[in-house]
């Protein structure tokens, strides 16, 4: 699976050294795999919707390594859910009439 790449992560994150490359580089494979199946799309570094909602979960999970801290009661980094409302794919059970 693509993810996002390494430079475009440490300039988010504000990061000049490489020293958690291995870390970082399993977050974005965390969060590109997070996207994909919250959007049932496959991971689209080059959407730019995709790789803003992968770095601010890479960013949350980097910065706060527990799921919730006294801080923030939330899970998801805010914007999360908005940036990849529009690509979800929706499962309704909608089922259109035969044509005749």
Do not use: C
């Not at 970082?24 to 995709?50: C, E, I, R, S």
């Not at 803003?52 to 390594?65: F, G, K, P």
């Not at 919730?68 to 999360?80: N, R």
């Not at 940036?83 to 089922?95: A, D, F, I, N």
């Amino acid at each position: 699976m693509s993810t996002l790449p390494l430079p475009l992560i440490r300039a988010h994150l504000v990061i000049d050294h490489a020293d958690d490359d291995e870390l970082l580089t399993h977050y974005a494979g965390v969060a590109a795999t997070w996207v994909a199946a919250y959007t049932g799309q496959p991971f689209d570094p080059a959407n730019a919707l995709m790789a803003q909602a992968a770095l601010l979960l890479v960013a949350t999970q980097y910065e706060s390594r527990e799921a919730v801290t006294f801080a923030s009661a939330y899970q998801l980094p805010f914007g999360v859910h908005d940036l990849l409302s529009p690509l979800k794919e929706r499962v309704t059970g909608h089922q259109p009439e035969a044509a005749e």
